[in-house]
């Protein structure tokens, strides 16, 4: 008989900004064609300086997440890294130098690297190692997005601005407040290299003379060739997109035991256009989604439902009992549903 799955919730937000950057004054500086990406809709983004890495930007929104839920390191039983970007080295482990930040030693530390499903997706990890370790009480959960600008350039990997923050949650076992419900996820292996860099692996560790992430090709140019730039059957594959979407959050919604007509906020990655679109979809009010923050923060990757949960719950916009949906789209091509009840 399988064990019952471990109940915890959200005891603390913390988080961490690059500085912001107005999307219209810099496009230019990134692509030729800025006015396509000013018609994403996004307003604003984060650029960490230079030098910040992600550890850095991991370090201080986990130590902020700490304070406010009065939590001391040494207290903390694991700690989760749920890092979108490429990490500051190759063969490191960047959970572990989280850890080392906070002083935090001889404790469980566990890397996700699943693209920007990770953040959402690693909450069900963590449900598996609660449930399996019953000795496990505090986990520290951080998703953090640094872009590394020589690898990608972060307004044309697709038709998202890509942005640097980071947000850190403290989840407690048996916590009764923002508990988490379920996590449902599922993947079309058949589109895994759309989205890749392909300079930096084993395969291409060197990048060849010229070459700059300032012209490589975008990931959406990948997507248009696969289909030939068929305007038919780019069309039938995003409205499969958001069909999916409307899929893994019903899955994510069963598997909770409620419905997704009673979901009070739907938060997807940070992509105004997208979220417009699947409002419609999910019947869902916009005002009810991520659309405004989405605009201010750009897309930050692992970070994005995180960031945008924990700034509702700050601003009082959500109520005991609410059902929130983070969901969202990644590489993989991973499609991906937490559900949290407040």
């Not at 304070?67 to 960047?94: I, T």
Request: aromatic letters at 8%; a negative charge; proline letters at 4%.
């Amino acid at each position: 008989m399988a064990a019952p799955l471990a109940e915890f919730g959200i005891a603390g937000f913390g988080y961490a900004f690059g500085e912001d950057q107005d999307v219209e004054r810099t496009a230019g500086s990134y692509v030729a064609d800025p006015e396509r990406v000013v018609g994403w809709g996004y307003r604003t983004f984060h650029r960490a300086a230079d030098g910040v890495t992600s550890t850095a930007l991991a370090a201080e929104a986990a130590g902020h997440a700490l304070a406010r839920a009065s939590v001391d390191p040494a207290d903390v039983d694991l700690v989760v890294v749920a890092n979108s970007e490429l990490a500051e080295y190759p063969y490191w482990d960047s959970s572990a130098a989280l850890a080392r930040e906070l002083k935090i030693r001889e404790r469980q530390t566990m890397l996700l690297t699943e693209g920007c499903a990770c953040g959402v997706t690693g909450l069900g990890a963590v449900a598996g190692q609660l449930t399996l370790q019953p000795e496990l009480g505090t986990v520290l959960f951080t998703a953090v997005n640094r872009v590394s600008e020589f690898h990608r350039n972060r307004m044309n990997v697709n038709n998202a601005v890509h942005s640097d923050g980071a947000v850190s949650v403290v989840l407690r076992r048996d916590h009764d407040r923002v508990t988490w419900l379920a996590t449902e996820q599922f993947t079309d292996s058949d589109f895994c290299d759309w989205f890749r860099t392909d300079v930096g692996g084993s395969v291409t560790p060197v990048p060849p003379p010229g070459w700059s992430s300032a012209t490589a090709p975008s990931g959406t140019e990948r997507v248009q060739a696969h289909f030939r730039k068929d305007p038919r059957r780019l069309a039938h594959f995003s409205e499969q997109l958001n069909a999916r979407v409307v899929e893994v959050i019903d899955r994510a919604c069963r598997r909770a035991g409620v419905r997704r007509a009673d979901l009070a906020r739907f938060v997807y990655i940070n992509d105004p256009d997208g979220i417009a679109e699947l409002a419609g979809l999910i019947d869902i009010p916009l005002a009810k989604t991520n659309h405004d923050l989405a605009a201010e923060h750009g897309h930050m990757g692992a970070a994005d439902q995180l960031i945008a949960l924990g700034t509702y719950l700050d601003r009082g916009e959500l109520n005991s009992g609410d059902l929130v949906a983070l969901a969202g789209i990644s590489i993989g091509m991973r499609w991906y549903c937490t559900i949290f009840r407040v």
